[in-house]
């Protein structure tokens, strides 16, 4: 499977907890799509917010996001890693 990185923009403010929700709502359902979300991280004074997946393609990891209630603005694989 391949990892990758998706952005979300427009969450300014976002909590720990909000964050932590979100990333709940994904994993409840991951499972539908094949897709692991493997870690987040946000920026509250941006509002961006970055999530890492293993999926078999960028759509499946979108479709999740759509459907947990946060549509991501980029989706791009990570072809290499150290």
Do not use: N
Request: hydrophobic share 40%; aromatic share 4%; proline share 5%.
């Amino acid at each position: 499977m391949a990892k990758f990185m998706d952005v979300h923009h427009g969450m300014k403010g976002i909590t720990a907890d909000q964050l932590r929700e979100a990333h709940r709502a994904d994993l409840a359902i991951e499972k539908d799509e094949d897709v692991h979300f493997e870690q987040a991280w946000a920026d509250p004074e941006s509002g961006t917010v970055y999530c890492l997946s293993e999926a078999p393609s960028a759509e499946a990891v979108q479709r999740i996001h759509e459907r947990a209630g946060h549509k991501a603005d980029e989706v791009v694989p990570v072809p290499l890693t150290v």
